[in-house]
């Protein structure tokens, strides 16, 4: 499946422990009226509370392969309209949404202007007190290409760090129009928070609070408290799974 | 004042005689704490429940003029992020938000996808069952220029029809883009949902419900009950309102 979803009324895509909604859930809830079965729907990869998704990639395996095209139109039906199934297909069993994947792109839009549009206000960091964006697009080349990235990733959710922490980021693109910025991120994986981490690095170079040339370092120290804040979750947008 | 709002979360621009949230009820009572006294604000005019705005356009008077630009700063930390006060200027004491208005501009966007993306759910209207928009091209000239526009008017909130019922729609502009098409509104004046009432007309004609060559008769039987239903309120927005 290939979903579309607002995040901004989710504890995020995995299921909580706490009941907490999340998107997965809200899936999974879906399909078992429709197929009547239980089913454990498989994601590329967790998204936090409050990320969006344009098209994460999800696999379940069921006993009951129904008509594709009815089980779409039965999911939307039931789902909430925050929350889209955008293609539905059969895939190798040997596929699997999150191991298969071969990369991944995130966007992360920032706006500049004085008076943040209502209409942008659940998808962007406003930053209305950012002079130049220069610095940011001095530092973006320095995250490029294989890094142990620890410094810039969070614990994941029960404080167990990622076994491997070294990624490779193969593109990072700042592309400006107007008064807003939309970071584009493509990596062979990504760990937590890894990009909100580096965007709200990035912001700090262009606030004046660090400095560009200190981010070799930042690298080398393999400390996440000495990297800049997260940047907020709503300005986040997981765009594309790549598979083989 | 120009001011934008989602207008997702109001019973429209007029303050409510229920006590229902209004966007000029938010305004003013952010006035009030500002300018410490009761300010009546006057739109150019209403926009319904659900509607949003663009540029909306209000003036106020008050006897205690305060810096524009903090004015401005201070409304926008007051009301709710879904409205926005855009740009605040003095006026000339003559100007009057809704009667020097020249005309106005609405779009009222459509929506085609067979899946509708979660981003676009609370600005469009979703017909994914339309198959061609040769109709509505055919029938939108129909609606140009002076008309008693008796047919496409509801009455007002108080069971009032509009003394004067002609109005001169100067453009009407279908804008197709993809699987989505934006339909341009520019008038002198616009009767109590008048947009919305003359774009359901135009989808039923496209769902194959109407025929383009009865429109003409439905202007001349000045009877709203045989024209189209109103479109839903969440795909209008007023963008503009243009004065001398």
């Known amino acids: ?13 995995q299921i ?29 990869g967790r998204t936090d509370a409050g990320v969006h998704a344009e098209g994460q990639v999800a696999h379940f395996i ?3 392969p129904p008509t594709l095209r009815k089980l779409q139109f039965s999911l939307n039906s039931l ?12 895939v190798d069993p040997a596929f699997h949404a999150q191991y298969s994947a071969l990369s991944k ?14 209409f942008k206000r659940r998808y962007v960091w406003h930053l209305p007190y950012l002079r130049s964006t220069e610095p940011m697009k001095k530092a973006a080349p320095l995250f490029l290409g294989t890094h142990d990235f620890t410094s810039f990733a969070n614990e994941a959710h029960r404080g167990v760090a990622a076994k491997d922490p070294v990624r490779t980021l193969l593109r990072l693109d700042l592309l400006e129009e107007k008064e807003e910025m939309a970071l584009e991120f493509e990596a062979d994986g990504f760990l937590y928070k890894m990009v909100r981490n580096i965007v709200g690095t990035l ?22 408290k000495l990297a800049g804040s997260a940047a907020p979750p709503q300005g986040l947008t997981l765009v594309e799974v790549h598979y083989p």
Chains 1, 2 share one sequence.
Do not use: N
Request: hydrophobic share 40%; with cysteine.
């Open 1 to 13: 499946m290939i979903i579309a979803y607002e995040g901004g009324g989710y504890q995020g895509w």
């Open 16 to 44: 909580q422990a706490d009941g907490g909604v999340s998107i997965q859930g809200e899936i999974e809830k879906a399909l078992m009226t429709v197929l009547q079965e239980p089913v454990s729907v498989i994601g590329s």
């Open 62 to 64: 069921t006993t009951k």
């Open 79 to 90: 789902l909430p309209p925050d929350i889209r199934i955008l293609r539905i297909g059969e």
């Open 105 to 118: 792109i995130y966007r992360y839009r920032l706006d500049f202007s004085q008076v943040l549009s209502p």
């Open 203 to 224: 912001v700090e170079c262009a606030l004046g609070k660090r400095e560009v040339d200190d981010i070799p370092a930042l690298f080398a120290a393999k400390d996440r």
